[in-house]
């Protein structure tokens, strides 16, 4: 291993900066989002121009020592790293050229709080993801929902050109018109499969004249399974709903002090909902007051409401009450952090399951993008194709939270991603397979606090398994899955060739032979191979 650190610092750029196993800095670099894996790569390279990763590539193929590719280190099943692996890190890749007033390069490596906080000075914004610690790179290349999908589809619909170093060290520029192929493939095929791609050329969006944020929670379970059924149901015609609404759902187990509980349930279950709207408030308030009619409340008791005017493209007076407003960015992630919710709601400390015999129990994170965090993660899309198979979806949820004990030092819910409106634009041009789905379901599960130094085996082997078992049990209602929110355990062998297969295709669906065949003829060495890479055609 020394060997490889000195051949890789000593034959390295002098500008590419490089900490390995046993520099004062590693033990930090080497962490990623999700702290259940506590991997130890050989050297993580910070690579800040495309020079530096065609390094790290030819090096990495000259000594054939595996690498993976980490933009922000946010992939769910800590892919982006691994033991005895060079780390090709694109974090110091952040630097937005602005092409045109309606083009721009934005590198994978820049953070996307920054980027909304940027382009909104511009009156304009990119249709990524809600959690604003992401960066551009996972996102984009697994496809990408956030709250402005319905709007604008998901983040990979905007991107015009890519700019990527093959597996010979090459310089590509992918687009529509040149490397047709490829540049579908990486318009959700997901990340480290093709090359590594350094930047992509967005058509960014207008903001308009005004936006509206907004969040709401319902406390009582039967006010709770209501609006989640209105919810889903509203969703199931792609078109109806208006497209300037996208919104994210939340159910969540909860607090079961002073609550009256259904005969076995163990917990309360609470529901969230947040959402953009790209209009006024007026016209947000009577949109939801038409379509989930008495459970909207009085706009004193929303837990967030903000109507936001964007001055760069109007022309009237900013009133000081404007002026002093959160940016629209900042609002995203108070929406974000609500409805993939924290004990910072749930402040109480009872449970009706008794206490476990744990030495350690810290709180649950307060935020599940603020900081790394061990959790796991899993989706589906709804089979349902009825009002009532829909609300028969809502009630197995519903009665499966319930079921489970409320404990402060963990987060568990399902939340429920909107799709239709623009999704439903062109999917042939995209490699998502579920343009046709009313929504997405994602099953999350978030514990200790990012001050905790220690955690728990047997509390990390209980709260995956209670993500893995969450999901056999609603396989009656749910099908396939979304590479953003990548589970390896949905097939009870991925490390075979054959398990891989089908666990990839529950990913891509109908596309996947295509993308084998692409991975193929661009990367026939299998240069770039992980534990869910694409694999070649044999």
Request: a neutral charge; charged letters at 20%; one cysteine or more.
């Amino acid at each position: 291993m020394k060997k490889h650190i000195d051949n890789l610092v000593n034959s390295a750029p002098d500008d590419l900066k490089i900490i390995s196993i046993g520099d004062p800095l590693y033990q930090y670099a080497r962490v990623i989002s999700n702290t259940r894996f506590g991997h130890m790569p050989i050297s993580i390279a910070y690579c800040s121009k495309a020079s530096h990763v065609q390094f790290c590539i030819q090096f990495c193929r000259d000594f054939k020592l595996p690498f993976r590719v980490r933009s922000g280190g946010h992939q769910h099943e800590g892919m982006s790293s691994g033991d005895g692996v060079i780390i090709i890190d694109l974090s110091e890749m952040d630097t937005i050229e602005y092409i045109d007033h309606d083009h721009a390069w934005i590198p994978v490596g820049k953070q996307l709080g920054k980027v909304y906080e940027e382009l909104e000075k511009r009156g304009q914004i990119i249709p990524g993801g809600g959690c604003q610690s992401v960066n551009v790179g996972g996102l984009t290349q697994g496809g990408g929902w956030g709250l402005s999908i319905r709007k604008y589809g998901m983040t990979c619909d905007s991107v015009v050109e890519c700019e990527l170093i093959l597996p010979d060290g090459t310089i590509a520029y992918p687009s529509p018109d040149t490397m047709p192929d490829l540049f579908w493939a990486l318009k959700g095929g997901g990340g480290g499969n093709f090359g590594v791609v350094t930047r992509f050329r967005f058509k960014l969006s207008s903001l308009g004249n005004v936006t509206t944020s907004f969040s709401l929670l319902w406390k009582n379970g039967v006010a709770a399974v209501k609006a989640m059924k209105i919810w889903t149901v509203l969703h199931a015609d792609l078109t109806t709903l208006d497209a300037n609404l996208s919104t994210a759902c939340g159910m969540m187990v909860a607090d079961p002090k002073d609550v009256h509980l259904p005969e076995g349930h163990v917990s309360a279950v609470h529901a969230r909902m947040g959402g953009l709207f790209y209009g006024s408030k007026k016209a947000l308030l009577a949109l939801l007051h038409t379509h989930f009619g008495d459970l909207i409340p009085k706009e004193d008791d929303f837990v967030s409401l903000q109507e936001k005017h964007h001055t760069q493209l109007t022309k009237r007076a900013v009133t000081t009450q404007e002026k002093n407003q959160v940016s629209l960015s900042r609002h995203q992630s108070v929406i974000s952090e609500f409805v993939n919710p924290t004990v910072a709601v749930n402040t109480v400390t009872h449970t009706t399951c008794g206490d476990r015999d744990y030495r350690v129990l810290p709180d649950a994170p307060s935020s599940t993008c603020d900081k790394p965090h061990p959790h796991k993660v899993t989706s589906g899309f709804p089979k349902a194709t009825t009002a009532t198979e829909h609300h028969q979806l809502v009630d197995a949820i519903y009665n499966y939270l319930g079921h489970t004990c409320f404990y402060v030092d963990v987060n568990r819910y399902m939340s429920f991603h909107c799709l239709g409106g623009a999704v439903t634009n062109h999917p042939e041009q995209r490699v998502f397979a579920f343009s046709n789905k009313p929504y997405l379901l994602q099953i999350q599960c978030w514990w200790d606090d990012a001050g905790n130094a220690f955690t728990n085996v047997a509390r990390n082997e209980a709260y995956v398994q209670w993500v893995i078992d969450f999901r056999k049990s609603l396989l009656p209602h749910i099908a396939h899955a979304f590479i953003n929110f990548i589970d390896k355990t949905l097939v009870p062998d991925p490390s075979t060739t054959e398990g891989r297969k089908k666990l990839l295709a529950m990913y891509y669906g109908d596309n996947f032979q295509r993308l084998c065949e692409i991975k193929t003829a661009y990367d026939p060495t299998n240069l770039f191979d992980f534990e869910m890479s694409i694999p070649l055609v044999k």
